[in-house]
């Protein structure tokens, strides 16, 4: 098993195993070059499936991929789809939000996501339970 199947495979057993009120918080860190720091997506609610939120938005957005503010406004875009007018469940910031799941690192120069080509990482199949469990 590769180390990105690890760590999917990490989150979805502490997902099955967590038992909190107060959310599932992670970050999305995009690095967009050298000069600048990263910025960050934060979610309140949505570790547990943010590879696959991640996934969607660099499928929808792949003519962007040479365009890093695009590709960075496409991910926001697809994290927030649903709640896009709520108050509270997703911010932005130069700094690392509450980070409770590891941070997903995109790299948005060298079209990685946690040192995957976002090729290869958008054909990943979302983790899923084995039907033996």
């Known amino acids: 098993m590769g180390d990105w199947a690890k760590s999917a495979l990490v989150l ?5 195993n967590y038992d909190n009120d107060m ?11 050298e000069e600048y720091n990263a910025i960050y997506f934060y979610t309140h609610w949505g570790a547990a499936t943010l590879e696959d939120t ?3 938005a660099l499928k929808r957005g792949r003519e ?3 365009d890093p503010p695009y590709l960075a406004r496409i991910i926001f875009s697809e994290m927030i789809q649903d709640e896009v007018m709520d108050t509270l469940g997703y911010g932005i ?3 690392v939000m509450d980070d409770e799941f590891p ?3 995109v790299d948005l ?12 990482f958008t054909t990943f ?9």
């Open 109 to 120: 120069r060298q079209r990685t996501v946690n040192g995957v080509p976002f090729q290869e």
């Open 23 to 33: 959310g599932m918080r992670r970050n999305v860190a995009l690095k967009f070059d």
């Open 103 to 105: 941070t997903i690192a």
């Open 12 to 16: 979805t057993l502490l997902e099955a």
């Open 54 to 56: 991640l996934r969607n």
């Open 125 to 133: 199949a979302p983790c899923e339970p084995s039907a033996s469990e």
């Open 64 to 66: 962007r991929w040479d």
């Open 93 to 95: 910031a130069p700094y």
